[in-house]
């Protein structure tokens, strides 16, 4: 058994010594790699893939891979990797979560796992939680890579050429967040052509701060959807009606399972205001779903706290890091609701066009590692549901940081009282102090406190966020105060003294030079020589101080966001403090822990006398210990409930790869068409009695399918069902066939038409079960109220939707093949963006370059638009190519299908009809509803 079968056979608590028996063999090959020269170190690389050509696996690699990126880190940025940090690389490797204090250079780990999968030659995936970060990462440790001989690309929203983004996943090493990549995944699969996707593959994935993006932000999806046309008038009126409610009168709130109930009398009242006799009729159905989110924006959803309001739009606030956003929006009519109530302008409403859940997402990755400074707490989720250990690799210098008990006050002011004192006293002696706060609210609270008192600070929140590098690396100078919302996933160390390169870089650019010239390069390097020295003496002095001070104003509802706060201080065995302050007002202890609040509350105790009791500290922690099991299983529904939509999913998506890969469907066309002959017979011909047979209904049903010119006297004449069926099914295919050989570019055309039919009813019908199943997860809790298991019932419905939705693609697709008409154009129209798709996750872009047109292109000079399933009549325009590479367009012929979109061509010959009049084109509707609505 190799060493590597051990390793990873070795039990939990054996991983870590398996670990540390690699450095050993990885330090003895230093002294021979400091002698190569850059060529013959570069050259490894050619090496290792030569090695692996010839049937050895990364694991053989390790040990002198790892060898040649420590050896390559030395001379590229300066930068040796501890031997914990080889530890690190080596779990990452082994698809384990590499638990790594902050300040342990995590960053730098990631670059031994990543070159050594990299030479694979599939493509390794580095997820970050910001575009900040994965432009960081990508420039620095890319150095690194780009030594040794490897391509580094990058994925971000403002990428809007797909040439360029798929450049960036065809490289060896692509940095990225987790909503691009996955946004770039649901895109691709909306692509018309196979040039158009981005992404190759999912091989291999690094996941930094994995705990923030595998656990805190997989409660939400990524969601992309387009416009709808509901009325914002509606939202508004009733935000007015949620304001003249009282609650506990009209209606009822349970803050902790986040719900709110009308009650009886709040229901007459609504009614009133709106003039109906009933709320819950049919008719006015959609008033219910109104009302409950006009009054869970009015109690659930707090400005400051859970959003912010800035140029003039509802931004939500992610309470994890405390970061706007960007882009994203509450689904379901929540987020109009609250720019309702909130009097600020309401955008549209959107409809799901492509989602998919973060856990399913990274569980299509081959092989998955995470590394992160807080991950223990949350190890069991980690094994259920991605099979990832949680192994901690131990600290390069003894953690000497000292964590003060917490100190609980009665009242919030009382709290705020004493925190300012604290932080007068530590500023006042030197000592560099970083407050964490929960909300904006609360870290606008306290900067306004701390101005008072002539205290000067840093704040940074949601609505400093542009700054956060710059507020954080400085945070640790003398005397430095910073006010910051949550520190997860900042990705900026906290140096004791100041850094350096970011005060020389800062000075540049303030004194008007332009860093990247070459002034700017000389006065920047004489001002790095110059806080280098600075820096330094300061730091030691803060050492002797005590190091950073870390307060923390209030518990996070969960444990690992309060061990990322104190993790700041106390980096690479520097000291430091932190303390907590709570209060019995606190958000936390106010809806988790109700009984020790009420026994102290009973205590005749002063406000600004803090309490000491062991009582009170675990009913804190139990009540964090309650909210992160509620959030798990949030988490644990979400994934339930998706593996119903994972597993459609996947059929949808490899049904699309075999038509965008050139699939032939000539023979699948005939079995489709035999198949609706099939049952049309069946239907029609109930008995072997002709006289029983409805044979107008089974041509007139016929002939939606394809332009029959049998008789009825010749279905008659047949004698049988089974005669029907082969005259019938001989003509269809007779027909199909002299279709095919009449086509200008022949079978090459017909296949292409095929294959475009189909492609577009699969992503028009994907849509619409989307929604129908968006609809059907919206009520299925109520399933409960009848006895039945709501996942069963969403399993066995949706299971049910989905065989209508397969049946309904090749009912649409075999009448639209069989009645298109081709028409070669002499310009092939250019594939245009989809318009108003939207792009919805934990911090989701809203960028809509990359998403791909799923409607037909207009002819040269002409117009296309498409009416509605209702009032569309006729099918679905295409997009082909013939055997030249010429386009074709698809257009509908009488008597085909009646429930597809129509492709309308607006002409000049309608300028003067009036809206209500009817329309020129024959359709008998009027002109508003056909080809006025163009």
Not at 1 to 24: C, H, N, W, Y
Not at 74 to 89: N, P, S, W
Not at 612 to 620: G, L, R
């Given at each position: 058994?190799?060493?590597?079968?051990?390793?990873?056979?070795?039990?939990?608590?054996?991983?870590?010594?398996?670990?540390?028996?690699?450095?050993?063999d990885?330090?003895?090959?230093?002294?021979?790699?400091?002698?190569?020269?850059?060529?013959?170190?570069?050259?490894?690389?050619?090496?290792?893939?030569?090695?692996?050509?010839?049937?050895?696996?990364?694991?053989?690699?390790?040990?002198?891979?790892?060898?040649?990126?420590?050896?390559a880190?030395?001379?590229?940025?300066?930068?040796?990797?501890?031997?914990?940090?080889?530890?690190?690389?080596?779990?990452?490797?082994?698809?384990w979560?590499?638990?790594?204090?902050?300040?342990?250079?995590?960053?730098?780990?990631?670059?031994?796992?990543?070159?050594?999968?990299?030479?694979?030659?599939?493509?390794?995936?580095v997820?970050?939680v910001?575009?900040?970060?994965?432009?960081?990462?990508?420039?620095?440790?890319?150095?690194?890579?780009?030594?040794?001989?490897?391509?580094?690309?990058?994925?971000?929203?403002?990428?809007d050429?797909?040439?360029?983004?798929?450049?960036?996943?065809?490289?060896?090493?692509?940095?990225?967040?987790?909503?691009?990549?996955?946004?770039?995944?649901?895109?691709?699969?909306?692509?018309?052509?196979?040039?158009?996707?981005?992404?190759?593959?999912?091989?291999?994935?690094?996941?930094?701060?994995?705990?923030?993006i595998?656990?805190?932000?997989?409660?939400?999806?990524?969601?992309?959807?387009?416009?709808?046309?509901?009325?914002?008038?509606?939202?508004?009126?009733?935000?007015?009606?949620?304001?003249?409610?009282?609650?506990?009168?009209?209606?009822?709130?349970?803050?902790?399972?986040?719900?709110?109930?009308?009650?009886?009398?709040?229901?007459?009242?609504?009614?009133?205001?709106?003039?109906?006799?009933?709320?819950?009729?049919?008719?006015?159905?959609?008033?219910?779903?109104?009302?409950?989110?006009a009054?869970?924006?009015?109690?659930?959803?707090?400005?400051?706290?859970?959003?912010?309001?800035?140029?003039?739009?509802?931004?939500?606030v992610?309470?994890?890091?405390?970061?706007?956003?960007?882009?994203?929006?509450?689904?379901?009519?929540?987020?109009?609701?609250?720019?309702?109530?909130?009097?600020?302008?309401?955008?549209?409403?959107?409809?799901?066009?492509?989602?998919?859940?973060?856990?399913?997402?990274?569980r299509?990755?081959?092989?998955?590692?995470?590394?992160?400074?807080?991950?223990?707490?949350?190890?069991?989720?980690?094994?259920?549901?991605?099979?990832?250990?949680?192994?901690?690799?131990?600290?390069?210098?003894?953690?000497?940081?000292?964590?003060?008990?917490?100190?609980?006050?009665?009242s919030?002011?009382?709290?705020?009282?004493?925190?300012?004192?604290?932080?007068?006293?530590?500023?006042?002696?030197?000592?560099?102090?970083?407050?964490?706060?929960?909300?904006?609210?609360?870290?606008?609270v306290?900067?306004?406190?701390?101005?008072?008192?002539?205290?000067?600070?840093?704040?940074?929140?949601?609505?400093q966020?542009?700054?956060?590098?710059?507020?954080?690396?400085?945070?640790?100078?003398?005397?430095?105060?910073?006010?910051?919302?949550?520190?997860?996933?900042?990705?900026?160390?906290?140096?004791?003294?100041?850094?350096?390169?970011?005060?020389?870089?800062?000075?540049?650019?303030?004194?008007?030079?332009?860093?990247?010239?070459e002034?700017?390069?000389?006065?920047?390097?004489?001002?790095?020589?110059?806080?280098?020295?600075?820096?330094?003496a300061?730091?030691?002095?803060?050492?002797?101080?005590?190091?950073?001070?870390?307060?923390?104003?209030?518990?996070?509802?969960?444990?690992?966001?309060?061990?990322?706060?104190?993790?700041?201080?106390?980096?690479?065995?520097?000291?430091?403090?932190?303390?907590?302050?709570?209060?019995?007002?606190?958000?936390?202890?106010?809806?988790?822990?109700?009984?020790?609040?009420?026994?102290v509350?009973?205590?005749?105790?002063?406000?600004?006398?803090?309490i000491?009791?062991?009582?009170?500290?675990?009913?804190?922690e139990?009540?964090?210990n309650?909210?992160?099991?509620?959030?798990?299983e949030?988490?644990?529904?979400?994934?339930?409930?998706?593996?119903?939509?994972?597993?459609?999913?996947?059929?949808?998506?490899?049904?699309?790869?075999?038509?965008?890969?050139g699939?032939?469907?000539?023979?699948r066309?005939?079995?489709?068409?035999?198949?609706?002959?099939?049952?049309?017979?069946?239907?029609?011909?109930v008995?072997?009695?002709?006289?029983?047979?409805?044979?107008?209904?089974?041509?007139?049903?016929?002939?939606?399918?394809?332009?029959?010119?049998?008789?009825?006297?010749?279905?008659?004449?047949?004698g049988?069902?089974?005669?029907?069926?082969?005259?019938?099914?001989?003509?269809?295919?007779?027909?199909?066939?002299?279709?095919?050989?009449?086509?200008?570019?022949?079978?090459?055309?017909?296949?292409?038409?095929?294959?475009?039919?189909?492609?577009?009813?699969?992503?028009?019908?994907?849509?619409?079960?989307?929604?129908?199943?968006?609809?059907?997860?919206?009520?299925?809790?109520?399933?409960?109220?009848?006895?039945?298991?709501?996942?069963?019932?969403?399993?066995?419905?949706?299971?049910?939707?989905?065989?209508?939705?397969?049946?309904?693609?090749?009912?649409?697709?075999?009448?639209?093949?069989?009645?298109?008409?081709?028409?070669?154009?002499?310009?092939?129209?250019?594939?245009?963006?989809?318009?108003?798709?939207?792009?919805?996750?934990?911090?989701?872009?809203?960028?809509d370059?990359?998403?791909?047109?799923?409607?037909?292109?207009?002819?040269?000079?002409?117009?296309?638009?498409?009416?509605?399933?209702?009032?569309?009549?006729?099918a679905?325009?295409?997009?082909?190519?013939?055997?030249?590479?010429?386009?074709?367009?698809?257009n509908?012929?009488?008597?085909?299908?009646?429930?597809?979109?129509?492709?309308?061509?607006?002409?000049?010959?309608?300028?003067?009809?009036?809206?209500?009049?009817v329309?020129?084109?024959?359709?008998?509707?009027?002109?508003?509803?056909?080809?006025?609505?163009?």
């Open positions: 058994m190799s060493v590597f079968t051990k390793i990873l056979r070795a039990g939990e608590g054996k991983k870590v010594r398996a670990l540390q028996d690699l450095v050993p990885i330090g003895a090959l230093e002294p021979d790699w400091e002698k190569l020269s850059d060529d013959e170190l570069a050259h490894k690389t050619v090496e290792f893939r030569e090695r692996l050509d010839n049937g050895e696996d990364l694991n053989d690699l390790l040990i002198e891979a790892f060898a040649t990126v420590r050896e880190a030395k001379r590229t940025i300066g930068q040796r990797h501890f031997d914990v940090q080889l530890m690190g690389g080596a779990a990452l490797h082994f698809g979560i590499a638990e790594m204090k902050t300040g342990e250079g995590k960053t730098l780990v990631s670059t031994l796992p990543v070159y050594l999968n990299a030479l694979a030659g599939k493509g390794v995936h997820v970050t910001n575009d900040y970060l994965a432009k960081f990462h990508a420039d620095w440790m890319g150095q690194v890579h780009r030594f040794l001989g490897l391509s580094v690309g990058r994925v971000s929203p403002e990428i050429d797909w040439a360029d983004k798929k450049a960036a996943y065809l490289s060896d090493v692509t940095y990225g967040t987790n909503t691009e990549m996955g946004f770039d995944y649901l895109r691709d699969h909306m692509a018309r052509a196979m040039e158009h996707m981005v992404q190759r593959g999912h091989h291999y994935a690094i996941v930094d701060e994995v705990d923030s595998l656990i805190d932000e997989a409660r939400t999806p990524l969601i992309i959807s387009g416009p709808s046309n509901d009325s914002a008038r509606l939202y508004y009126q009733f935000a007015g009606v949620a304001r003249s409610l009282v609650r506990d009168v009209d209606y009822e709130v349970d803050e902790e399972k986040r719900t709110v109930s009308p009650t009886e009398e709040g229901i007459e009242k609504v009614e009133r205001a709106l003039g109906i006799d009933n709320l819950y009729d049919l008719v006015s159905s959609n008033y219910v779903h109104q009302l409950t989110k009054l869970q924006a009015k109690e659930l959803y707090r400005r400051d706290k859970d959003y912010i309001i800035a140029n003039g739009e509802v931004q939500i992610d309470e994890f890091t405390g970061r706007v956003l960007e882009g994203r929006r509450w689904s379901d009519g929540l987020h109009q609701a609250v720019e309702a109530k909130e009097r600020v302008q309401i955008k549209e409403e959107n409809h799901t066009w492509a989602t998919v859940t973060l856990q399913n997402y990274f299509l990755y081959d092989k998955l590692a995470g590394m992160t400074g807080t991950a223990e707490t949350e190890a069991s989720e980690f094994a259920n549901t991605y099979k990832l250990p949680v192994v901690p690799i131990p600290t390069n210098r003894k953690m000497i940081r000292v964590d003060a008990p917490d100190l609980i006050y009665k919030e002011n009382a709290k705020f009282e004493a925190i300012i004192e604290d932080i007068v006293e530590r500023r006042e002696k030197g000592q560099p102090v970083l407050v964490g706060t929960a909300s904006v609210a609360k870290s606008e306290l900067s306004g406190m701390l101005e008072r008192r002539g205290i000067a600070h840093h704040v940074l929140n949601a609505k966020h542009a700054r956060e590098a710059q507020v954080i690396t400085q945070a640790g100078r003398l005397g430095a105060v910073t006010v910051a919302t949550n520190m997860a996933g900042r990705g900026v160390d906290i140096l004791l003294g100041g850094n350096p390169e970011g005060l020389a870089a800062q000075e540049v650019v303030a004194s008007g030079l332009e860093l990247e010239s002034e700017g390069q000389a006065r920047y390097h004489e001002l790095l020589a110059k806080y280098e020295v600075e820096c330094k300061e730091g030691d002095t803060i050492r002797e101080l005590g190091g950073l001070y870390v307060l923390g104003s209030e518990r996070h509802e969960s444990r690992r966001i309060d061990n990322q706060l104190r993790g700041r201080a106390g980096r690479q065995g520097d000291p430091g403090e932190s303390r907590f302050f709570l209060s019995l007002e606190d958000e936390l202890m106010r809806l988790f822990a109700t009984g020790a609040m009420s026994w509350m009973g205590k005749a105790l002063p406000d600004d006398l803090p000491d009791s062991k009582m009170v500290s675990k009913a804190i139990r009540a964090q309650t909210v992160e099991g509620r959030n798990a949030i988490r644990k529904d979400v994934l339930k409930y998706d593996e119903v939509m994972n597993e459609q999913r996947k059929v949808i998506y490899a049904r699309r790869m075999q038509i965008l890969e699939e032939d469907l000539r023979e066309t005939i079995a489709v068409i035999s198949s609706a002959l099939d049952s049309i017979v069946m239907a029609h011909c008995t072997e009695y002709p006289e029983d047979w409805n044979v107008e209904g089974l041509l007139t049903e016929t002939k939606l399918y394809f332009p029959t010119t049998t008789t009825p006297d010749a279905v008659r004449e047949a049988s069902s089974d005669a029907v069926y082969e005259l019938l099914a001989g003509e269809a295919i007779a027909y199909y066939e002299q279709r095919e050989e009449s086509m200008p570019g022949g079978a090459d055309t017909m296949r292409s038409l095929e294959r475009d039919v189909m492609l577009q009813l699969i992503d028009q019908k994907w849509r619409e079960h989307l929604s129908e199943m968006d609809y059907l997860r919206e009520g299925i809790g109520l399933r409960a109220m009848g006895q039945q298991d709501p996942l069963v019932a969403w399993q066995r419905e949706g299971y049910e939707m989905f065989g209508q939705l397969m049946a309904s693609i090749d009912d649409d697709y075999v009448k639209i093949v069989m009645h298109a008409q081709v028409q070669v154009l002499e310009q092939p129209p250019e594939q245009p963006a989809l318009d108003g798709a939207t792009y919805q996750g934990p911090d989701g872009p809203q960028d370059g990359f998403a791909r047109v799923l409607a037909a292109g207009p002819a040269p000079g002409e117009e296309v638009v498409f009416a509605s399933g209702e009032e569309g009549a006729a679905l325009g295409a997009n082909v190519g013939g055997s030249s590479g010429a386009q074709s367009r698809a509908a012929a009488a008597g085909a299908a009646t429930d597809v979109m129509q492709p309308i061509v607006k002409t000049s010959d309608f300028d003067n009809v009036g809206r209500n009049d329309c020129p084109c024959g359709s008998g509707k009027k002109f508003k509803f056909c080809h006025g609505r163009a």
